[in-house]
């Protein structure tokens, strides 16, 4: 009857989990690696916004500088071309010319 009683103990250690079927450095490997790549992947994503909102703030601000030069230009060419009751160049010239005969 000893030898059942010795597999019924093999069949029950067998069965029981024990602390040394878990393998620790593999589990710790697999943790460094994972918070790596999930700190990496934070670490790009905010780059990435931070970058995009540089551009936009950069393209915002160019159209914010230029806008009173293009008011300028606009108003400029108006006075070429003779808009808001104002003589072209041309014109100016010609009654110029017209007046003093040169």
Same mark, same amino acid.
């Not at 931070?50 to 703030?57: A, F, G, T, V």
């Not at 009654?95 to 005969?101: E, I, L, Q, R």
């Given at each position: 009857m000893s030898h059942s009683n010795d597999t019924t103990n093999a069949d029950a250690a067998?069965?029981?989990p024990?602390?040394?079927d878990?393998?620790?450095p593999v589990i710790v490997v697999?943790?460094?690696i994972s918070a790596i790549v999930t700190l990496l992947s934070v670490m790009f994503v905010q780059g990435l916004c !931070?970058?995009?909102?540089?551009? !936009?703030?950069r393209q915002r601000a160019q159209q914010v500088e230029h806008l009173p030069a293009r008011e300028a230009i606009e108003a400029q060419k108006?006075?070429?071309d003779g808009g808001d009751g104002v003589a072209s160049i041309n014109d100016a010239i010609a009654?110029?010319?017209?007046? !003093?005969?040169k």
């Open positions: 067998i069965e029981r024990s602390y040394d878990v393998n620790t697999i943790g460094a !931070y970058h995009l909102q540089n551009s !936009y703030q108006k006075v070429l009654k110029v010319v017209a007046t !003093y005969g």
